[in-house]
């Protein structure tokens, strides 16, 4: 999977910077529902997982923003890694809700409720294959450790 999200959009009526990532998700400057779609949650929530995983955290130790996805992808990594070392917990939606508020809009202003909606949308993606991991059969971990391993010495 690529490391980063190479995909840049911006409305046709309003120029306003945004990702229709699902069906239901108009231009939140304008209101436009354009045909125009990208399945940006799915890979949102791949990176999530792969940084979780390589890095122990969700926030990448670097992180190379070359595009709109990459901008919004930064600001989910952190919203997620802030979620997740919350001390005292929180929920998902206390600390999305709180972040998005403390970023500097400026003439962006429509961003902060579509982050928002954006945060709880890859959060519910990601707890699917977490759950979907925690359901794989042992033995397949074990055959697809081994394969990685092979590869790596390669
Ligand atoms: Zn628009």
Known sequence: MSHHIAYDH????CQAWYVPYDVTVPCPQCGLVEKERF?????????LRT???????????????GSYSDHLASLLFMIF?????ANPPCSFEEMAREIVNRLEWRDQEYGKDYLYQLALRVHAE????????????????WR???GRFGRSRR
């Open 81 to 85: 890694e802030a979620h997740r070392v």
């Open 126 to 141: 990601l707890e699917k294959r977490m759950e979907e991991d925690a359901a794989e059969p042992a033995v397949s971990w």
């Open 10 to 13: 911006q409305c046709p009526d």
């Open 51 to 65: 940084n979780l995983r390589k890095y122990h955290s969700y926030s990448p130790p670097a992180w190379y923003v």
């Open 144 to 146: 697809r450790l081994l």
């Open 39 to 47: 399945d940006f949650v799915r890979y949102a929530a791949g990176l």
